[in-house]
Structures are given as structure tokens and as C-alpha cells.
């Protein structure tokens, strides 16, 4: 793969990402709902580019000592590659940067891919949100980050 570049979410991104959150959710989010994103003073959002070309993007709201991942997907060309790691390690080190201690998630319980991924990095499962969505259960997963 060519050189993988991590860089603040702006709005120059947001076509490309808003392809990207078709592909990856039954209830992606609109153009402004990123646009709000770029202006909240809580939220750090990423994008991960190979080449010019939008791979994933990522982002957190930092709110008291948590952060709480709002935000993950890669492009299906892209996909098991490692662009999701590196979107998770990149989150992980800018809450660390900032002294957040505490790292929360929600994901669907049929998304065992993505529950996979976040294992890898020391999230467990706390506790699940019986029918959160419509057609499944979140589980709300944690990690101490510092
Ligand atoms: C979840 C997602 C972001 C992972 O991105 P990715 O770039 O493909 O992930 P990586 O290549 O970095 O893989 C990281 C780990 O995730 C797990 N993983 C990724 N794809 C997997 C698959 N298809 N099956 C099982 N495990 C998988 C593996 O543990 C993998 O590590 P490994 O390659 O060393 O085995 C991507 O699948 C995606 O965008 N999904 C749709 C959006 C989504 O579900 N977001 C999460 C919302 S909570």
C-alpha cells in the first residue's frame, strides 16, 4: 500500500467521506452532520488518506476525562489492510496527548468485525443497550487509556 497519511477532518473531505458512510452504515450521516463535526470544539475527527484519496476516517468527542469514538469506517477498497488500526491508534494517542484516562465506544452486536478490531486494543465490553438500533443491541466497550 502507499504511504498512509493522518490528517484533521475539513470540509474538502466531505464527498468522499460521505460515499465512504454509505457503504459502511444502514444510517450513515449527511454532509452537515460532518459539518457540524469541523466547528464542535469537543470533537476531533481524522481522515486517513492514501495518495489524495480518502481511505477511512475516524473521530471521538472528548467530553470531562472521556472520549467517546462516535465514528469509524474505512473504504471498502480498503478494508483489511490496516487502515482501521492505524485510525485507532492515531485516536488513542490524541486522547492521550490531551490526558483523557477513559476510551468508550457503541457497536452493534452483529458487527463482530469491527467488535474484533477494537479488542485488539484492550476495549472490553461494559455493558449492552438492549435494542438500540432497531434490529440489534449496542454493546458500549472500554479501555483505560492512561
Ligand atoms: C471495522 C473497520 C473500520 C475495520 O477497518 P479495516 O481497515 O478493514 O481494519 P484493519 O485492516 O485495520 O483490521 C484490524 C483488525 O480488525 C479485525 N478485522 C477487520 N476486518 C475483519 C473481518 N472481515 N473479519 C474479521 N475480523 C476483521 C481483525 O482483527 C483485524 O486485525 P488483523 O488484520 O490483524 O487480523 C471496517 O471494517 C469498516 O469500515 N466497517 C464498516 C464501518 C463500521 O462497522 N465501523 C465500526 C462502527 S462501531
Known amino acids: 500500500m502507499q504511504q498512509l497519511i493522518i490528517e ?3 470540509r474538502s473531505h466531505i464527498p468522499q467521506i460521505i460515499e465512504i458512510e454509505k457503504q459502511s452504515f444502514p444510517d ?7 459539518i457540524q463535526e469541523i466547528d464542535l470544539k469537543f470533537s476531533h475527527f481524522y481522515v486517513a488518506k492514501v495518495n489524495d484519496e480518502i481511505a477511512g476516517y475516524a473521530g471521538f468527542w472528548h467530553i470531562t476525562e472521556e472520549a467517546n469514538i462516535v465514528n469509524i469506517a474505512v473504504k471498502k477498497a480498503y478494508r483489511r489492510q490496516g487502515i482501521g ?3 485507532l491508534e492515531y485516536l ?3 486522547a492521550k496527548q490531551k490526558k483523557i484516562s477513559d476510551m468508550y465506544l457503541e457497536v452493534r ?5 469491527a467488535q474484533e478490531l477494537y479488542k485488539k486494543y484492550g476495549f472490553e465490553v461494559c455493558f449492552t443497550r438492549k435494542k438500540y438500533y432497531n434490529d440489534d443491541d449496542g454493546l458500549i466497550m472500554y479501555k483505560k487509556i492512561s
Open 92 to 94: 488513542i494517542e490524541s
Open 28 to 34: 450513515p450521516w449527511t454532509e452537515e452532520k460532518f
Open 109 to 113: 452486536l452483529k458487527n463482530t468485525t
Open 8 to 10: 484533521p477532518l475539513n
Open 85 to 87: 488500526k492505524n485510525l
